[in-house]
């Protein structure tokens, strides 16, 4: 839903085209330290961006970017930087699907 209203997309009845979009977000740990304690993670988000045009496909992408960073030392601060960065990568990817759209719609 995030990706749809950034993408500022518009309804165009005059082509019969269709956009798909399926996003997967996921936070790894990356690193521990001796005792075990989470040093590192990293966010990965993925967008498959597909589109079709009278149920055949047209152009079919994977977006993906990723960001490694260290542990903080509260879960609610911890959260709050995830959070910021899961929105960060979706600024990022929204610029490069707009670029692709651009170079292939028009």
Known sequence: KVLINKL???ENLSVKKSLTLSSNYII??????????????KSVIQIKLTITANKKVLHKRVFSSEF??????????LSNYQNEIRDN??????EEI?????L???
């Not at 790894?28 to 590192?40: D, L």
């Open 8 to 10: 500022n997309l518009k």
């Open 89 to 94: 990568l979706i600024i990022e990817l929204i």
């Open 28 to 41: 790894t740990e990356t690193s521990k330290n001796s005792k075990g304690q989470i040093e590192t993670y």
């Open 68 to 77: 490694n960073y260290n542990n903080k030392s509260s879960k609610y601060e």
């Open 98 to 102: 707009i670029l692709f759209l651009n």
């Open 104 to 106: 292939i719609w028009f």
